[in-house]
């Protein structure tokens, strides 16, 4: 069947441009392979393949691994023609046999040969794209790249911008219909105008430029989105002296393709400077900001946009996947683009026309806005959000990571359901004051995305019914930066962790059925592919990206060190590699025995290491995620020398940017205070271990579980809904369960924050059931267990 489709699939596509037939992503991608980003034009990371399946994934071993040097591993690969190709660090590209995991060449973009600014503010590429004997790359500095699949040679290379204002290239460029589809990002920077470009992939001639933000130069491809964005910037986008004042829009991730339609979708990113009161004096949409834009594929035009945050100011964004499907809405198949955006609601449009198809739920705890207002499709925004000439800071859900952000959602059209890889995350925001805090320069913002919010500092795997608007189960990750997904034929979901575990659940009821140690954290998306009628699951280790560097309140107390090993995994089902064993040394700070504390030398210290973005890639407060090194243990911060020799360039080759602006006073400072960090790091590891020890810990009491409880439990045949009524009396629990299939009277006891209840039930045949179950922020959690029926996760609400 699958080798039928292969053969199809070519002589399809060359018959006509335009085939009455709707083309189908078995028609625009070979089963087998993994040749883009997404999997295919409707980026769904969702593969046909069904040998691994829920029955056997128990059996998963690992197949063939290669060791990676450390630096940015937070990528996803790609797999054709029987090859492995991933990037990783600043655009070092591999390809490797599918089969054996022998590496059959590698290509380095050169990115830190030349780094200047534009690796400041870079994690480092995120993925590559191939079509037809090439792989094709963007380095983190703008040159798009044309690889010979088979020998890793340059077929072609051209320079993406225009001029020098500060930018980067992290996104996975796509190949859709003959055009390499490039995007780029540094909004958070620069007010440069966004844009995408498309190049022909034979020769890497520019097809079209398409520009997200208004601006003099009109390409033709602009005509019309000029006319459109120009009306919703009213006060233009210059300053007196010409200078640009307000722009961004940066398309630094997300794009899908559907051929029928001949429709490209850009995922449009925030603007600069946040603040719309300095971008944008006279207000407004400011168009095409955090919106989804429509264009034809082959000319760049206009066709439609659809926003999720009119007139942005807190680096909201569109640039999450943006995924196609078919659904049934209200009754009428719909072909549907849907997207989590990061500010927490999930949306449902219509993809030939941009209508809001349904009341677009939230994924996450949402205070900028009440609920989408279906007539207008504009969110009804809460008050304080807009901070624009109000004292003090507010706080706003999701912060500016975002519900969600670049880590792909996945989709599968057997279950109907998509798997969004959640953050649940606050941050305070303010109108721009002086002081500490203040990463965003000339934002006219105060951000502080780095909080101990209660509640806050969560992440979650969460099955989202698309059509529903309704979360149908979750479950709930270490750490505060969720893995991205892959969902499967087999009825599975592949997910990476922050604590090193690679996890495969069953797709209908979030059940770990599998899990692998991988030693260091996964976040980049997992793949999977078939070679000579075997099926194999690919995934690359490492940390990398915002997680690595800012999330280190709910990530500091898992192992996420630079130093740890990273690598390609790949697991079949009779894999036979192990790897190599792998001990742990505790890292401790370097003897500092003339150390002074002098607060107000490392709060000088503090601003330049804020100022300089040093914590984009060493960490908020200096607590490295595994991005880079975490300076507090480094002894090069008791070495005035050696330090300044690093900050100047000497480790340019391992990818540590240059910094020569930064004076030597500030150096001084700034190197005071990682040595102030450094001593304070062991107390506080400890008390990160502390804090987590005590979360898993439940401190529920006994008069938590007593009443009523609407509960969900997540059996293999799908959610069973049941009400749990339960009385407390001392440590002794009495209750009832009432469902369809009957009533079953429950009799336990609490002990240390949980009660454990049971019954007798009759129906199909007698078998015990029972409760275990904990209280948690008002829901109860915990498991069912049916006799010789298995055990389940069960929620439940007031
Ligand atoms: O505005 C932009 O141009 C831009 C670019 C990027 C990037 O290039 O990775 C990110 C963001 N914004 C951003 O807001 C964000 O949260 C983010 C997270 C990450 C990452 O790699 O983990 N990149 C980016
Ligand atoms: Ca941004």
Same mark, same amino acid.
């Given at each position: 069947?699958?080798?039928?489709?292969?053969? *199809?699939?070519?002589?399809?596509?060359?018959?006509?441009?335009?085939?009455?037939?709707?083309?189908?992503?078995?028609?625009?991608?070979?089963?087998?392979?993994?040749?883009?980003?997404?999997?295919?034009?409707?980026?769904?990371?969702?593969?046909?393949?069904?040998? *691994?399946?829920?029955?056997?994934?128990?059996?998963?071993?690992?197949?063939?691994?290669?060791?990676?040097?450390?630096?940015?591993?937070?990528?996803?690969?790609?797999?054709?023609?029987?090859?492995?190709?991933?990037?990783?660090?600043?655009?070092?590209?591999?390809?490797?046999?599918?089969?054996?995991?022998?590496?059959?060449?590698?290509?380095?973009?050169?990115?830190?040969? !030349?780094?200047?600014?534009?690796?400041?503010?870079?994690?480092?590429?995120?993925?590559?794209?191939?079509?037809?004997?090439?792989?094709?790359?963007?380095?983190?500095?703008?040159?798009?790249?044309?690889?010979?699949?088979?020998?890793?040679?340059?077929?072609?290379?051209?320079?993406?911008?225009?001029?020098?204002?500060?930018?980067?290239?992290?996104?996975?460029?796509?190949?859709?219909?003959?055009?390499?589809?490039?995007?780029?990002?540094?909004?958070?920077?620069?007010?440069?105008?966004?844009?995408?470009?498309?190049?022909?992939?034979?020769?890497?001639?520019?097809?079209?430029?398409?520009?997200?933000?208004?601006?003099?130069?009109?390409?033709?491809?602009?005509?019309?989105?000029?006319?459109?964005?120009?009306?919703?910037?009213?006060?233009?986008?210059?300053?007196?002296?010409?200078?640009?004042?307000?722009?961004?829009?940066?398309?630094?991730?997300?794009?899908?393709?559907?051929?029928?339609?001949?429709?490209?979708?850009?995922?449009?990113?925030?603007?600069?400077?946040?603040?719309?009161?300095?971008?944008?004096?006279?207000?407004?949409?400011?168009?095409?900001?955090?919106?989804?834009?429509?264009?034809?594929?082959?000319?760049?035009?206009?066709?439609?946009?659809?926003?999720?945050?009119?007139?942005?100011?807190?680096?909201?964004?569109?640039?999450?996947?943006?995924?196609?499907?078919?659904?049934? *809405?209200?009754?009428?198949?719909?072909?549907?683009?849907?997207?989590?955006?990061?500010?927490?609601?999930?949306?449902?449009?219509?993809?030939?026309?941009?209508?809001?198809?349904?009341?677009?739920?939230?994924?996450?705890?949402?205070?900028?806005?009440?609920?989408?207002?279906?007539?207008?499709?504009?969110?009804?925004?809460?008050?304080?959000?807009?901070?624009?000439?109000?004292?003090?800071?507010?706080?706003?859900?999701?912060?500016?990571?975002?519900?969600?952000?670049?880590?792909?959602?996945?989709?599968?059209?057997?279950?109907?359901?998509?798997?969004?890889?959640?953050?649940?995350?606050?941050?305070?925001?303010?109108?721009?004051?002086?002081?500490?805090?203040?990463?965003?320069?000339?934002?006219?913002?105060?951000?502080?995305?780095?909080?101990?919010?209660?509640?806050?500092?969560?992440?979650?795997?969460?099955?989202?019914?698309?059509?529903?608007?309704?979360?149908?189960?979750?479950?709930?990750?270490?750490?505060?930066?969720?893995?991205?997904?892959?969902?499967?034929?087999?009825?599975?979901?592949?997910?990476?962790?922050?604590?090193?575990?690679?996890?495969? !659940?069953?797709?209908?009821?979030?059940?770990?059925?599998?899990?692998?140690?991988?030693?260091?954290?996964?976040?980049?998306?997992?793949?999977?592919?078939?070679?000579?009628?075997?099926?194999?699951?690919?995934?690359?280790?490492?940390?990398?990206?915002?997680?690595?560097?800012?999330?280190?309140?709910?990530?500091?107390?898992?192992?996420?060190?630079?130093?740890?090993? !990273? !690598?390609?995994?790949?697991?079949?089902?009779?894999?036979?590699?192990?790897?190599?064993?792998?001990?742990?040394?505790?890292?401790?700070?370097?003897?500092?025995?003339?150390?002074?504390?002098?607060?107000?030398?490392?709060?000088?210290?503090?601003?330049?290491?804020?100022?300089?973005?040093?914590?984009?890639?060493?960490?908020?407060?200096?607590?490295?995620?595994?991005?880079?090194?975490?300076?507090?243990?480094?002894?090069?911060?008791?070495?005035?020398?050696?330090?300044?020799?690093?900050?100047?360039?000497?480790?340019?080759?391992?990818?540590?940017?240059?910094?020569?602006?930064?004076?030597?006073?500030?150096?001084?400072?700034?190197?005071?205070?990682?040595?102030?960090?450094?001593?304070?790091?062991?107390?506080?590891?400890?008390?990160?271990?502390?804090?987590?020890?005590?979360?898993?810990?439940?401190?529920?009491?006994?008069?938590?579980?007593?009443?009523?409880?609407?509960?969900?439990?997540?059996?293999?045949?799908?959610?069973?809904?049941?009400?749990?009524?339960?009385?407390?009396?001392?440590?002794?629990?009495?209750?009832?369960?009432?469902?369809?299939?009957?009533?079953?009277?429950?009799?336990?006891?609490?002990?240390?924050?949980?009660?454990?209840?049971?019954?007798?039930?009759?129906?199909?045949?007698?078998?015990?059931?029972?409760?275990?179950?904990?209280?948690?922020?008002?829901?109860?959690?915990?498991?069912?267990?049916?006799?010789?029926?298995?055990?389940?996760?069960?929620?439940?609400?007031?």
């Amino acid at each position: 069947m699958a080798a039928a489709l292969a053969t *199809i699939a070519p002589l399809a596509l060359t018959a006509c441009n335009r085939p009455a037939q709707p083309i189908t992503d078995l028609m625009t991608a070979d089963p087998d392979e993994w040749p883009s980003w997404g999997r295919t034009g409707s980026e769904t990371h969702y593969s046909p393949l069904d040998e *691994i399946d829920t029955d056997n994934v128990a059996d998963l071993k690992l197949a063939w691994h290669y060791d990676l040097e450390p630096g940015y591993t937070a990528s996803t690969p790609l797999m054709a023609e029987g090859k492995v190709f991933i990037t990783t660090g600043h655009s070092h590209i591999r390809a490797f046999d599918a089969e054996t995991g022998k590496l059959l060449w590698e290509y380095d973009g050169g990115t830190r040969e !030349r780094a200047k600014s534009a690796l400041q503010m870079s994690w480092g590429s995120k993925g590559i794209a191939y079509n037809k004997g090439h792989v094709f790359l963007v380095t983190t500095d703008g040159y798009v790249v044309s690889l010979d699949a088979e020998t890793g040679k340059e077929a072609w290379k051209v320079y993406d911008y225009p001029d020098d204002s500060p930018r980067n290239s992290n996104g996975a460029p796509r190949v859709f219909d003959g055009k390499v589809i490039v995007g780029f990002g540094g909004a958070d920077i620069s007010p440069a105008r966004g844009f995408v470009t498309a190049y022909d992939e034979n020769t890497g001639k520019k097809v079209w430029r398409f520009y997200t933000t208004p601006g003099d130069a009109v390409t033709p491809a602009n005509k019309k989105a000029e006319e459109v964005m120009r009306k919703t910037w009213p006060s233009g986008w210059k300053n007196e002296d010409g200078t640009r004042r307000g722009g961004g829009g940066t398309a630094w991730n997300a794009f899908s393709y559907d051929p029928d339609l001949n429709m490209l979708y850009i995922g449009v990113g925030n603007g600069f400077p946040y603040n719309r009161d300095k971008r944008s004096p006279g207000g407004g949409d400011n168009l095409f900001l955090a919106s989804v834009v429509a264009v034809d594929a082959d000319t760049g035009q206009y066709k439609w946009h659809y926003q999720v945050c009119p007139g942005e100011q807190w680096d909201c964004t569109a640039t999450t996947d943006m995924t196609l499907a078919t659904l049934k *809405i209200d009754g009428k198949e719909r072909k549907v683009l849907m997207q989590a955006p990061k500010n927490g609601f999930f949306y449902v449009l219509d993809r030939k026309t941009g209508e809001l198809l349904n009341q677009p739920g939230k994924i996450a705890k949402v205070t900028w806005a009440d609920h989408i207002d279906m007539k207008t499709g504009r969110p009804v925004e809460n008050p304080g959000i807009r901070y624009n000439g109000k004292p003090g800071m507010f706080e706003m859900w999701p912060g500016p990571t975002g519900a969600h952000s670049w880590m792909p959602q996945a989709y599968s059209p057997n279950t109907g359901l998509v798997y969004i890889p959640v953050l649940e995350n606050g941050a305070l925001i303010g109108e721009g004051q002086e002081g500490g805090g203040e990463i965003t320069r000339g934002m006219g913002v105060t951000l502080i995305p780095e909080v101990d919010l209660p509640g806050g500092h969560r992440s979650f795997l969460k099955a989202w019914d698309p059509v529903k608007q309704a979360e149908v189960w979750k479950v709930e990750l270490p750490g505060s930066w969720p893995g991205g997904v892959m969902t499967s034929a087999g009825g599975l979901v592949f997910e990476g962790q922050i604590d090193g575990k690679f996890v495969a !659940r069953d797709a209908k009821n979030g059940k770990e059925l599998w899990s692998f140690k991988t030693v260091s954290p996964v976040v980049g998306a997992p793949i999977t592919y078939r070679m000579n009628g075997k099926q194999y699951v690919t995934v690359i280790t490492g940390a990398g990206g915002q997680g690595a560097g800012m999330q280190t309140i709910a990530d500091a107390p898992y192992r996420t060190d630079y130093r740890l090993p !990273r !690598r390609v995994l790949t697991f079949t089902l009779d894999g036979k590699d192990t790897l190599p064993p792998f001990t742990y040394t505790e890292p401790t700070p370097p003897d500092d025995p003339t150390y002074k504390p002098d607060p107000k030398r490392s709060q000088a210290g503090f601003m330049v290491y804020a100022g300089n973005a040093c914590l984009v890639c060493h960490g908020w407060n200096a607590v490295g995620g595994g991005a880079a090194p975490d300076l507090r243990y480094s002894p090069v911060i008791t070495d005035a020398d050696a330090f300044k020799a690093i900050v100047h360039g000497a480790l340019k080759p391992n990818g540590m940017p240059p910094f020569p602006q930064i004076s030597d006073k500030d150096l001084e400072d700034l190197r005071f205070y990682l040595r102030t960090r450094a001593q304070q790091a062991p107390a506080e590891k400890k008390a990160a271990m502390d804090k987590l020890k005590a979360a898993k810990a439940s401190n529920a009491k006994p008069q938590d579980f007593a009443g009523k409880w609407n509960i969900v439990i997540q059996s293999p045949v799908g959610p069973q809904k049941a009400v749990l009524d339960l009385k407390v009396d001392g440590n002794v629990v009495t209750g009832t369960a009432k469902a369809d299939q009957g009533d079953v009277d429950l009799t336990g006891a609490f002990k240390d924050g949980r009660i454990k209840i049971e019954g007798k039930a009759s129906m199909p045949m007698p078998i015990t059931i029972a409760y275990d179950l904990t209280v948690k922020d008002g829901e109860l959690q915990g498991e069912n267990s049916n006799g010789p029926f298995g055990t389940f996760p069960v929620t439940g609400t007031r």
